[in-house]
């Protein structure tokens, strides 16, 4: 008997290099097959493709991946479409990872994000392949997704501040990193410090320090966590200042009024396909959660997360940009009758094409 | 000023196209210009970027108005001090209408609240 070889071209039709083609008739290549992998959700239900194009008007979601705890999405042509149209990862994770064989469209004000959605942790250096899983993998042909890897050590955090003062900016990215959480605002009597922001991990911005209040001696509040968090409790020790509590993954509790934090530092996102497209007013991001303060009439505020990383990867002449791709840094709080917090430092947004 | 620009942003598109004269501008995806950007912030000349656009503005010194609190914790009053002149970096302005009406509203502030004089 013959055997068959699968290796050697044509064997399969439809297919490359012998490849079988995936369902939709598509093939192995580096951006998938165009196999709809059946993960967003919008309204409810699991939303399909009509004629290989998936098509998002609303909020929709992906779940995280149980094994590689990152929200990947592989499909044939991914189209959103209005202002309405916003997709994101069901909660926090290790990355929001799309692959498309024929593009990726935004259209009218469409969204695609992972703000205030990391996960943090100190995973090292990440490539798309790392989060993908063994489903989508198989569809890959070899040679991108595991090239271009995310930092596994992120910006630093901003410094403390000291006896009365706002809170400082964290660090900005360099390339493929997240960037550094702020700190939280002090009000102190005496050489009091907020505690200095944590330095990103790979999928989470740093985390914001919270604000503190002291104003018996010198009181040192601790250090926001590294690798995206967490953010810490505020520190209070007059019950009449609402405190903010540092933004991070997870969230620092706020005191006497003041706000727990806003959520989590930007996430990874990556968008991987031959054609990307993104018309204007259109947003792709992964933008860290701001800092927060409180209800009270006195307050300080808490540092904000730091901003995530964006990677997207599209062929030579593939990709066009008259939107937005940003990954910024969560806002510093605002309005604090007494201090703020500082603003987590910029993450970055990495343009290949191949 | 100096406006730390981003290409990928459409509203830091914007804001480039219309940079008014003596603004500087910082293309952040260009490593040398980040770099001398990072050099200056390093040496507390220039606040870090949180967000693209941002804008570096001069902000003059001024008074302010700061709570003193005795040893167990009750309030004494309020106490005068100079905030020293520095740079902030307006994130996101919505145009240079906005960066225009911040730099009033502080030389505004200063007027009133002019720093405390040494001594």
Sequence with gaps: MRLVSHGGGGAWPGGVRGLPPGPLGGSKSMFGDGSYSGNVMQGGSVLQPVAGVLTITAAATIAPDAVTGAAVLCCDTLVLDGASAALAPSTNSKGLVIYAQTRIQLLNGATCHINALGQAGNFGNLTALDLTPASIRRTLKKGLADVYAVQGEGAAGAAGAVTYADGNTGSAAAAMQTGGGGSGGVNSNGSSASGPGGKGGPCCGGAGSAACVSNFGAYSAPAAGDYGGPGQNAYADDNRIATGGGSGDPVGTGLYGGLSGGGAGGGLLMLIAPVIAIASGCVVSADGAPGVVGSNTYQTGAGGAGGGCVVLVASAGGYSNAGTVRASGGAASTGASHKNGGAGGAGSVNTFTI | ?119
């Design chain 2, 1 to 119: 000023m100096i406006l730390l620009h981003h290409p990928e942003v459409e509203l830091s598109r914007e804001l480039l196209a219309t940079l008014p004269e003596g603004c500087g501008c910082v293309d952040w995806t260009s490593a040398v210009q980040r770099e001398e950007y990072a050099a200056l912030a390093a040496s507390g000349n220039g606040p870090p970027p949180s967000a693209f656009p941002s804008v570096i503005v001069d902000v003059p010194a001024y008074a302010e108005d700061r709570p003193l609190f005795g040893a167990q914790g009750e309030f004494l009053g309020m106490a005068l001090v100079t905030v020293p002149a520095h740079q902030e970096a307006l994130r996101l302005p919505a145009s240079w209408d906005a960066v225009a009406s911040f730099n009033a509203s502080v030389a505004e502030r200063t007027r009133l609240r002019p720093a405390v004089p040494a001594g």
